[in-house]
């Protein structure tokens, strides 16, 4: 099965739901693995409720959840955790993101399965860890560890209050945290032979992801200021206005350099002696003065003129996409970030792709997201050997 991909051979059992989990799950199956996705009977993941929908489809869920088989199983019940241990003997990573403590609840979690597949790699992600907290029984989502892990009190506008980022960034950054810590697992197992446990900690992945809040905090004493679509660090960057609108481009000064030369293009070099631009430090509390220049210069020209222009000097900036502009951007288009699916409801429909490129061991050729179920007789049957009778048995039983 998708001899050519990097993960080739390899088997994943997905018991996840909603992102994050779904997130380090599908990046595996885009590198070849063979995933193997659990949904609760009758309803599946929480995620194919999720809006929006097209002929009663989520799109949701089928951002998350393409390239891998869906199988349904109640693992509640006495004989369906039997059965999951017979998926376990069968496959090589097992990722999970459920509250810290429902796994061991039904005799499922690490210790529990190692019994059955003392080499399985298996992957928790979940908001507060699974030990070594006070708040491992919390609840937690993205949201939650946004707040948690400094990310909301540190985005946004000074003066105003915290603004969460939009998209599940927690999630999917867990998510991402996850398969590398899976991909680093199997490593390690073909040197050992053994398998272990990865725990993430949501709340700790947000923490991780705030750049280098920690360290601004541990130098200065000082929570690091917001600055709206600017950086605390650095002068002369955020957005910029044109003659479209405001915050139509963002433009980075990270150097002296560049500096030097956004200097030239908006007509003033006899400020690269000024101290107020001498040093990024110098520009970044002149900030307001500076950036009030590049306004006035910007805010008279159009958007895509200014952009040439500056491109042009190699000064780093760029437009502030929509999503339609994304589609109608070459560029993912070119690198294969967007490719369209097609599934007999939906018809064709877009998909992002894990964003990276192997250079002899390319992704596997994406599918669509399966119906609830869609694998049952391929995996019972097909793979643990059920027969006719039995598989019917555990239907009519309720276990699948």
Known sequence: MFENTCLKGLRVLDVTRFLAGPTTCQILSDLGADVWKIERIGTGDDGRTFAPFKNGESGWYHAFNRNKRSITLDYTKPEGRELFYELVKECDVLVENNAAGVMKKYQLDYESVIKYNPSIIYGSISGYGQKDSPYVNYPAFDGIAQAFGGLIAMNGREGEPGIKVGPGAVDEISGYMCAIGVLAALYERSISGKGQHIDVAMVDACLNFTENAATYYSFTGENMPRCGNGHPSIGMTGC?????????????????????????????????????????????????????????????????????????????????????????????????????????????????????????????????????????????????????????????????
């Open 240 to 400: 910029f206005d044109t003659l479209e609108g405001k915050d139509t481009f963002y433009m980075n000064i990270s150097s002296d350099k560049f500096a030097w030369l956004i200097l030239d293009a908006i007509g003033h070099p006899e400020l690269k002696d000024d101290p107020r631009c001498a040093t990024n430090m110098a520009r970044r509390q002149n900030r307001a003065f500076l950036d009030k220049l590049v306004n006035d210069y910007t805010s008279k020209l159009p958007r895509d003129e200014v952009i040439a222009q500056f491109q042009a000097m190699r000064i780093p900036c760029a437009p502030v996409n929509t999503m339609e502009d994304c589609f109608k951007e070459p560029h993912f288009r070119q690198r294969g970030e967007l490719v369209e699916l097609e599934h007999p409801k939906i018809g064709r429909y877009t998909v992002t792709m894990t964003p990276f490129k192997m250079s002899r061991t390319p992704f596997r050729d994406p599918v669509p997201a399966q119906d609830l179920g869609a694998s049952d007789e391929a995996v019972y049957k097909g793979i643990l050997g059920k027969t006719d009778e039995e598989y019917a048995a555990l239907k009519e039983k309720g276990i699948i």
